[in-house]
Antibody, heavy 114, light 107 residues
Framework: EVQLVESGGVVVQPGGSLRLSCAASGFTFEDYAMHWVRQGPGKGLEWVSVITWDAVRYYADSVKGRFTISRDNSKKSLYLQMNSLRPEDTAFYYCARGNDLDYWGQGTLVTVSS | DIEMTQSPSSLSLSVGDSVTISCRASQDISYYLAWFQQRPGKAPKSLIY???YLQSGVPSNFSGSGSGTDFTLTITSLQPEDFATYYCQQYNTYPLSFGGGTKVEIK
């Protein structure tokens, strides 16, 4: 069974940093592109970033230069390093598998507030 | 970047009704289109990939069609659990992009 479990969401002050993790199981992790998608309170889905199976990275303009996506295939884990956080980064953050996002985690809540 | 436009943004229907949701891409995305269902307080769930292929376990009252720039999600005989918000998403090109969502509410 495919499972994705996010962790690391907390309340952080504007300008602060945070690292989210996503633990994967039930599939060959290194074969898949992995994504982060977020959803602000009462808002729609917003794509954040992808790391391909061969570690090529892409970012949404809204996070470029502030967020860094990475993966550790030996640990079957995906990460999102978030720096210079802004109130508008407040959202549930989901990890998802493959470009068609066929499996999602349950999400982890990041709140940026003073 | 590719912009995805969904319509309508919301609608009120009864159990047993059918619904068609439209999704338009700002440029040709071939068949690289997925549909998701999101119930309140839950993570999105994949329904359809490659425009028309149902994910395993998705009921057959869901169907998708289209290619190029125009796509539709059709739900026949709405069940109580089908009242949710639906999103389309293109994966032809990075950055990926989602439609704004269609909320299907019970009348």
């Amino acid at each position: 069974e495919v499972q994705l479990v996010e962790s690391g969401g907390v309340v952080v002050q504007p300008g602060g940093s945070l690292r989210l993790s996503c633990a994967a199981s039930g599939f060959t992790f290194e074969d898949y592109a992995m994504h982060w998608v977020r959803q602000g309170p009462g808002k729609g889905l917003e794509w954040v970033s992808v790391i391909t199976w061969d570690a090529v990275r892409y970012y949404a303009d809204s996070v470029k230069g502030r967020f860094t996506i990475s993966r550790d295939n030996s640990k079957k884990s995906l990460y999102l390093q978030m720096n210079s956080l802004r109130p508008e980064d407040t959202a549930f953050y989901y990890c998802a598998r493959g470009n068609d996002l066929d499996y999602w985690g349950q999400g982890t809540l990041v709140t940026v507030s003073s | 970047d590719i912009e995805m436009t969904q319509s309508p943004s919301s609608l009120s229907l009864s159990v047993g009704d059918s619904v068609t949701i439209s999704c338009r891409a700002s440029q040709d995305i071939s068949y690289y289109l997925a549909w998701f269902q999101q119930r309140p307080g839950k993570a999105p769930k994949s329904l359809i990939y490659a425009a028309s292929y149902l994910q395993s376990g998705v009921p057959s009252n869901f169907s998708g069609s289209g290619s190029g720039t125009d796509f539709t999600l059709t739900i026949t005989s709405l069940q109580p659990e089908d009242f949710a918000t639906y999103y389309c998403q293109q994966y032809n090109t990075y950055p990926l992009s989602f439609g704004g969502g269609t909320k299907v509410e019970i009348k």
